[in-house]
């Protein structure tokens, strides 16, 4: 009963699910098991016209279904990012008035002489800080165009020493990495290295766009 359903018959026949159950497929017989279809909770807009508006715009219902409140005719659910904020006076990240606690729904907008350049934005829960400091390094210390920006290979701090990199992050760094006591990991989970969307707009007014190889 569709009525009933906690996932999508839609989400069930798309062709990303299909293609993880299908890497499932190998020479020794499984189990059969149900799989779990992503549950993100996150979607990240950049969008600008040929008029000079621009938009950097990110809507996320956090853990499970957000607070699990929907406003009443519109079917919009509200989100739950309070559960990154402290009422403990004594916590950095104390809500309190007029302040604006940290939390990791940070939509990116870039600016150069007071102009504006563009929207930006890479999601993924605690990655996106760190996601926001790769992708405008590569931008403005390497002069990456926006595609060039986001395929660049990442890394993400994880606690401690440690340190995840993609499959195709230079081996030298990583090793000189190791040698100053870092704990490097290679990962093959690219999904947790976040998903970026990028618009530029030059001085002659054009718009150039990036979108992330990751999703």
């Not at 405008?136 to 020493?161: C, H, I, S, Y």
């Not at 002659?204 to 999703?215: I, K, M, Y």
């Amino acid at each position: 009963d569709p009525a009933k359903m906690s996932v999508k018959p839609a989400d069930l026949l798309s062709e990303a699910y299909a293609a993880e159950r299908r890497k499932l497929i190998g020479r020794e017989a499984l189990l059969p098991e149900p799989g779990k279809p992503d549950a993100g909770g996150t979607v990240y807009l950049a969008a600008a016209d040929s008029e000079g508006n621009m938009v950097s715009y990110i809507q996320s219902n956090y853990m499970g279904f957000g607070s699990g409140l929907v406003v009443p005719g519109t079917g919009i659910s509200l989100h739950n990012r309070g559960n990154n904020f402290s009422l403990d006076p004594a916590h950095d990240n104390c809500l309190e008035p007029g302040k604006k606690p940290y939390h990791t729904i940070i939509p990116g907008f870039l600016t150069k002489d007071g102009q504006a350049v563009g929207p930006f934005d890479v999601m993924g829960g605690f990655m996106q800080p760190q996601g926001h400091v790769q992708v405008v390094m590569n931008t403005v210390d390497f002069g990456l165009n926006p595609q060039a920006a986001l395929d660049a290979p990442r890394w993400q701090w994880l606690e401690g020493k440690t340190v995840d990199v993609e499959p195709h992050f230079p081996a030298h760094i990583a090793q000189a990495l190791r040698r100053m006591g870092h704990n490097v990991q290679p990962s093959l989970n690219t999904a947790s290295f976040g998903r970026g969307q990028i618009i530029w707009r030059n001085a002659d007014g054009v718009l150039t766009g990036g979108t992330e190889p990751r999703a």
